[in-house]
C-alpha cells in the first residue's frame, strides 16, 4: 500500500513536466508545424473551397429544389435536385458573364485612369502634409519605394514571373475542380452524409456521436449563413455605394464602390477604413466640399446597412455583442491572417452555441 502511495505521489510531477516538455518543443517548432499545417491545406484546399462554395449555395439551391419539387410536370418534380443545382449554377454563371464583359470594363477603365493620376494625388498629399509643423516628406521618397516595390515583382525576374503565371494557373484548375465537386456535393449530399457518419461511427462513440453531429451541422449552418449573408450585403452596399458616388458625379466611382463592397467583408474596420479611403480621395481629386458631402452620404448608408439591411439578411442568426466580434477580428487575424479575420465571426457564434449549451445541461436538473 505504501508503495502506491508513494507512486502515485510522483506520478503526478512526472507527467506534468512531460507536459510542459511537450508544450515548449511545440512551441519551439510552431513556424516547422504552421508550415505543415499550411502545406496540408494546400493539398486539401480545392475540397476546402468546393465545401464553402456549396455551403454559400446550398439556401438557394434548396429553395429552386423547392420549387421545381412542387411543379406539376412528374419529368420536372423527380429531378428537382439536378434542376435546382443546375439552374443555380447556371444562372451564377450569366451574372458573371454579364460581370466579366458590362461591369469589368468600366472599372478597368476607373482603375487605369486612377493609377495615371496616382503621382499628382501623391503630390498633393505630400504638399498638404508637409504644411503641419514639425512634419516633412518627400514625394521622391514615396516614388523611390513604389520603384523598388516594382523591381522586386515578378514583373522585373522573368524566372519569378514564369512561376506567377504557373501559380495563377493552377489557382485556376483548382477553382475549376472546386466548382465541379461542388456540384457533386449539392447533388449527392445524402449519399456524402451517409458516408461522412459512417467513417465517424469508426472513431467516435454511439453516445458522442449525437452531441458531435449537432455542433458540426451547426458549425457549417454558422459559417454558410455567415458567408452567404456577408456576399449578399458586399453585393448590395457595392452597388448602392456606386449609385451614390455616381450621382454625386465622384471621380472613379466603380473603383471606391468596389473598394466599399470588398472591404465591408470585414466586420467594423472594413466599411471605416473604405469610407475613409473614399473621402480622402474625393477630397484630393474634387474638393473639401465634396469630400465632405461623399463622407456623410457613406456614413448614412453605413448606418442604413447596420440597422437594416444587414439585420434583415442575417435575422439575428449571428447575433453578437460587438465586443466579442473585434476581439474575434483582433485574435483571428493574429493568429490565421486573412481567413482569420473572416472566419472569426461565424466561430465565434460556434463557441458562444457550445458554451451555452455545456452551461444548459450543466445547470438542468438530472433525473
Known amino acids: 500500500m505504501m508503495k502506491n502511495d508513494s507512486f502515485n505521489k510522483y506520478m503526478f510531477p512526472f ?82 458573364v454579364a460581370i466579366f464583359f458590362i461591369i469589368v470594363p468600366a472599372l478597368g477603365k476607373s482603375i487605369t485612369s486612377f493609377a495615371q493620376a496616382a503621382p499628382s494625388i501623391i503630390d498633393t498629399v505630400t504638399q498638404k502634409i508637409n504644411r503641419i509643423p514639425f512634419v516633412s516628406i518627400k514625394a521622391e521618397g514615396i516614388y523611390n519605394g513604389l520603384e523598388k516595390l516594382i523591381a522586386s515583382s515578378a514583373l522585373a525576374h522573368p524566372e519569378v514571373y514564369t512561376s506567377t503565371i504557373i501559380g495563377v494557373s493552377k489557382w485556376l484548375v483548382n477553382i475549376v475542380l472546386s466548382l465541379i465537386m461542388s ?22 462513440s454511439p453516445s458522442k456521436q449525437t452531441k458531435l453531429k449537432k455542433y458540426v451541422l451547426k458549425a457549417l449552418f454558422f459559417i454558410g449563413r455567415y458567408f452567404y449573408c456577408s456576399v449578399i450585403d458586399a453585393a448590395i452596399i457595392s452597388g448602392l ?57 457613406l456614413l448614412i448608408l453605413q448606418q442604413l446597412d447596420g440597422n437594416v439591411i444587414h439585420p434583415h439578411i442575417v435575422k439575428e442568426t449571428l447575433s453578437l455583442k460587438p465586443f466579442w466580434v473585434l476581439a474575434g477580428v483582433f485574435v483571428g487575424g493574429g493568429f490565421f491572417g486573412i481567413w482569420g479575420i473572416v472566419l472569426s465571426v461565424p466561430f465565434i457564434a460556434l463557441g458562444k452555441y457550445i458554451l451555452c449549451d455545456i452551461i444548459k445541461n450543466k445547470s438542468a436538473p438530472k433525473g
Open 15 to 96: 507527467f506534468f513536466a512531460l507536459l510542459l516538455l511537450a508544450a515548449y518543443k511545440l512551441f519551439d517548432n510552431a513556424g516547422y508545424i504552421y508550415q505543415a499545417l499550411l502545406y496540408v491545406l494546400s493539398i486539401f484546399s480545392p475540397i476546402l473551397v468546393a465545401i464553402a462554395v456549396a455551403l454559400i449555395l446550398y439556401p438557394v439551391c434548396q429553395r429552386a429544389e423547392r420549387l421545381f419539387a412542387s411543379s406539376k410536370p412528374h419529368l420536372i418534380s423527380s429531378r428537382a435536385r439536378t434542376l435546382s443545382v443546375v439552374s443555380v449554377y447556371a444562372s451564377l454563371l450569366i451574372l458573371l
Open 241 to 297: 455605394s456606386l449609385l451614390i458616388l455616381s450621382a454625386l458625379r465622384v471621380r472613379y466611382a466603380p473603383t471606391l464602390s468596389l473598394v466599399l463592397g470588398i472591404f465591408n467583408l470585414v466586420p467594423y474596420f472594413g466599411s471605416v477604413c473604405a469610407t475613409a479611403i473614399s473621402v480622402i480621395v474625393t477630397m484630393i481629386t474634387s474638393g473639401v466640399s465634396k469630400g465632405i458631402t461623399v463622407g456623410v452620404s
Open 183 to 204: 456540384v457533386y456535393i449539392l447533388i449527392d449530399r445524402e449519399s456524402l452524409t451517409r458516408w461522412a457518419k459512417f467513417a465517424l461511427g469508426l472513431f467516435v
